[in-house]
T-cell receptor
Framework: QQQVKQSPQSLIVQKGGISIINCAYE??????FPWYQQFPGKGPALLIA?????SEKKEGRFTISFNKSAKQFSLHIMDSQPGDSATYFC???????????FGTGTQLKVEL | KAGVTQTPRYLIKTRGQQVTLSCSPI?????VSWYQQTPGQGLQFLFE???????NKGNFPGRFSGRQFSNSRSEMNVSTLELGDSALYLC????????????FGNGTRLTVT
């Protein structure tokens, strides 16, 4: 019940394309859903986050779509660039807290 | 502002030893959390401290412990190291323990031989 399932495990996208990463959760008490980006040798960096009272949030080329009834949320990266090549993690917590349950990660490679 | 600082960056220890990792949060941040990252288990929550008190604890054995000081700095300790403790240990800080973005450091890479 505490798991967050993330797919795909890896993704290859052409430069300029759209990268889509999906996550699903079981615990209906989750109320905070951040996405993190991690480069090799670095810690995860917060990209964008959403709460269940909105269905979509956009920041630059990054958009989170949230479907509360399906208990799913996804990250869309528009106009993907080689610099976006990294591992992306979805996460969830209750009460907007710092005890995050992470997905298993998606390795994104953007090819020229 | 300086980011979350973790020391040391790399550490090699032998089974049975103990280790202490250090974390300095972003200035003004009073909440510090620790996570373990491994290829097999991914990112897992260890514990969280706020105002020197442990607020939350993950599902790790009692060999894993931590503390927070009055200046918000934090340390975590692992006693009686096992090979399976080899991991990247990440510290993260936020202004408060809820509704506040969590910022991660670059971690301490612990190798147990």
């Amino acid at each position: 019940q505490q798991q967050v399932k993330q797919s795909p495990q890896s993704l290859i996208v052409q430069k300029g394309g759209i990268s889509i990463i999906n996550c699903a959760y079981e615990n209906t008490a989750f109320d905070y859903f951040p996405w993190y980006q991690q480069f090799p040798g670095k810690g995860p960096a917060l990209l964008i986050a959403i709460r269940p009272d909105v269905s979509e949030k956009k920041e630059g080329r990054f958009t989170i779509s949230f479907n509360k009834s399906a208990k799913q949320f996804s990250l869309h990266i528009m106009d993907s660039q080689p610099g976006d090549s990294a591992t992306y993690f979805c996460a969830a917590s209750t009460g907007g807290g710092n005890k995050l349950t992470f997905g298993t990660g998606t390795q994104l490679k953007v090819e020229l | 502002k300086a980011g979350v600082t973790q020391t040391p960056r790399y550490l090699i220890k032998t089974r049975g030893q103990q280790v202490t990792l250090s974390c300095s949060p972003i200035s003004g941040h009073r909440s510090v959390s620790w996570y373990q990252q491994t290829p097999g288990q991914g990112l897992q929550f260890l514990f969280e401290y706020f105002s020197e008190t442990q607020r939350n604890k993950g599902n790790f054995p009692g060999r894993f412990s931590g503390r927070q000081f009055s200046n918000s700095r934090s340390e975590m300790n692992v006693s009686t190291l096992e090979l399976g403790d080899s991991a990247l240990y990440l510290c993260a800080s936020s202004e408060k323990p809820f509704n506040s973005p969590l910022h991660f450091g670059n971690g301490t890479r612990l190798t147990v031989t």
